[in-house]
């Protein structure tokens, strides 16, 4: 049984100490893939924490996520179209709107422009939200013909039944991470519950949202496999059969099949 965590920030300075050991501990768990995102141009500059990854698999993206809003510059865009033209399968991502971080009009107009790349270029968007699924849909929609077969994933999907169908209509994966292993996420987990598992990626988006049990901590990708035996128990599949399904997708997600 192998596994792919669709989304990890492995490159992130939680990780500095110690990522050598984070990736064996994941791959002595079936974790064989690993994508991470990208976040900014600055995060992006940074390479030698790939030196710590080569006994795994590893996907990346290019993206100016909303988080860090005050550091984007408008010539990011042109490096970030740069990076898709020399990396034939980066994703788009990780992109979006947050409707709790700042200056919420500059990142609309970055987030419209990432995705006129991603249509260009033909790249999966690897798309953030908070309290904005509403307006991604309203840019996304317009230009769905524009995208690959395969359009992207919302990366740690929260949220109603609507909301998830919505989405999977225009092809897009939903990303399944730790808030499926919080009983209180009765929205979520039956929006997750009732989708078909075609529609499906497993991620961490280590090392934040930590599964239930490891509040506090340092999420990794090693906890993939309790996502996953919990997405078993919602909609009652063999672990095995769905461990093979989502690895199919985020192969099809990032563009390698």
């Avoid at 998830?164 to 039956?190: C, H, S």
Wanted: proline content about 4%; charged content about 20%; aromatic content about 10%.
């Amino acid at each position: 049984m192998k596994l792919f965590d669709s989304h990890c920030h492995l490159d992130f300075s939680a990780f500095h100490a110690d990522r050598t050991a984070v990736v064996a501990r994941a791959c002595e768990r079936g974790i064989q893939a690993i994508f991470v995102p990208g976040v900014s141009y600055e995060q992006s500059q940074q390479y030698a924490w790939l030196n710590d990854c080569k006994a795994i698999d590893i996907f990346r993206g290019f993206g100016l996520h909303p988080y860090f809003i005050e550091q984007h510059q408008n010539h990011d865009l042109d490096w970030l179209e740069t990076q898709l033209a020399q990396h034939g399968t980066a994703a788009v991502g990780e992109v979006g709107l947050d409707a709790t971080c700042s200056n919420y009009e500059l990142q609309y107009k970055l987030f419209c422009e990432q995705v006129e790349l991603a249509c260009k270029y033909q790249r999966s968007l690897v798309l953030h939200h908070r309290k904005t699924q509403a307006e991604l849909l309203r840019v996304i929609k317009p230009l769905r013909a524009k995208l690959p077969e395969y359009p992207g994933v919302i990366h740690a999907f929260s949220g109603s039944a609507e909301q998830a169908n919505e989405w999977t209509r225009m092809g897009f994966m939903l990303g399944v991470g730790g808030t499926i292993t919080y009983e209180r996420a009765k929205k979520t987990r039956a929006a997750i519950a009732q989708t078909s598992s075609q529609h499906l990626v497993l991620e961490t988006d280590a090392p934040d949202m930590p599964v239930a049990g490891y509040q506090g901590q340092r999420n990794e990708p090693q906890y993939l496999l309790e996502i996953l035996n919990q997405l078993a128990l919602l909609k009652e599949q063999p672990v095995e059969e769905l461990a093979h399904q989502t690895w199919q997708n985020s192969q099809k997600l990032f563009h390698r099949v």
